[in-house]
Structures are given as structure tokens and as C-alpha cells.
């Protein structure tokens, strides 16, 4: 089965040209290479609450997108507002992804534990927010990879729950 995806980066210089945007391009070779994933979209916006969620939304209800990964503005930084953004735009949580994330970069390093990471479903999207870096990217997609075809089959109903 092949899911539609949408990649949305929040990122002040990323948005002005002035920052390589690495942590995208991580997301890509793991959704299509581990997820049978097809990128639908990708966009880069500033730290601004209104951008991502104008984006979050757009990338669910218009691109119809299974599965939307951010990047960046998960930390205790004022301007990481990406939690927030997301929390405006889902109808419901779904927790388990950023526990389970957390844990897993907690073996790594304690400093995992000032992530802020949320994950949410918006109508069949669901919406997972990744850190910044293209090491913690890896890291926190890899620890829900496996579950994601499951996750999206049942949110999309193209499999039965069991």
C-alpha cells in the first residue's frame, strides 16, 4: 500500500534560505524507503503558529495527505511553537507516537526529555511532529516506522482494526 505524505518544516531560517533544510530530506529517504511513502508535499514556514497551522491544514484537508511529519519547533525555544500549532488543528491526540519517541531518544540521551513533541489525527491525517535535527529525525521515526502502516490502514480505512 503506498501513503500519501506531506513533510512541513518550521524553521525561521529555513524559511529565509538562510539554513540547508537536512531534517526534510532525512524524512523523505525514510518514508520512501521504509514506509512505501509517496511525498505529496513539502513546505518550509517560519516559526509562526498561523503559518503552520494554515499549512498543517492544507496539507490534510486539500492534499488529503495519510500522514504529515513536521520538523522542527518542538523544543523549549519561545519561538518552537510547532506542539501548539499542531494542538490547534487535530481533532484528537494520539499520544503513544510521542511517547513512544521520547522513550526511545531517551536511550540515547537524557536530553530527549526537553522535547515537546505531539502527535494528533486531523479527519484520516495523522500528524506526527519530529525535532529539528536530522539525527533526532532519524532516531524518533525509526522508533514508530514499524507501526505507521498499521496506524495509517485503520485511521484510513483501508484495514480493519484488531
Do not use: C
Amino acid at each position: 500500500m503506498r501513503w500519501r505524505v506531506a513533510i512541513l518544516t518550521s524553521s525561521d531560517r529555513g524559511s529565509r534560505g538562510e539554513r540547508e533544510d537536512t531534517s526534510a530530506q532525512v524524512i523523505r529517504e525514510l518514508v520512501e524507503e521504509e514506509l512505501n511513502g509517496e511525498i505529496v508535499e513539502y513546505r518550509i514556514v517560519p516559526d509562526e503558529t498561523d503559518e503552520i497551522m494554515a499549512a498543517l491544514i492544507e496539507m490534510a484537508d486539500y492534499f488529503e495527505a495519510d500522514l504529515i511529519l513536521t520538523t522542527g519547533g518542538t523544543g523549549l525555544s519561545p519561538r518552537d511553537v510547532t506542539p501548539e500549532a499542531t494542538l490547534n488543528v487535530v481533532d484528537r491526540e494520539a499520544p503513544g507516537f510521542a511517547e513512544a519517541m521520547r522513550a526511545k531518544s531517551m536511550e540515547k540521551t537524557p536530553r530527549a526529555m526537553l522535547s515537546r513533541a505531539v502527535a494528533g489525527i486531523r479527519g484520516k491525517t495523522l500528524i506526527l511532529n519530529l525535532p529539528g535535527s536530522p539525527q533526532g529525525v532519524n532516531e524518533n521515526l525509526a522508533a514508530v516506522i514499524d507501526v505507521l502502516p498499521h496506524a495509517l490502514g485503520i485511521l484510513t480505512g483501508r484495514e480493519g482494526e484488531h
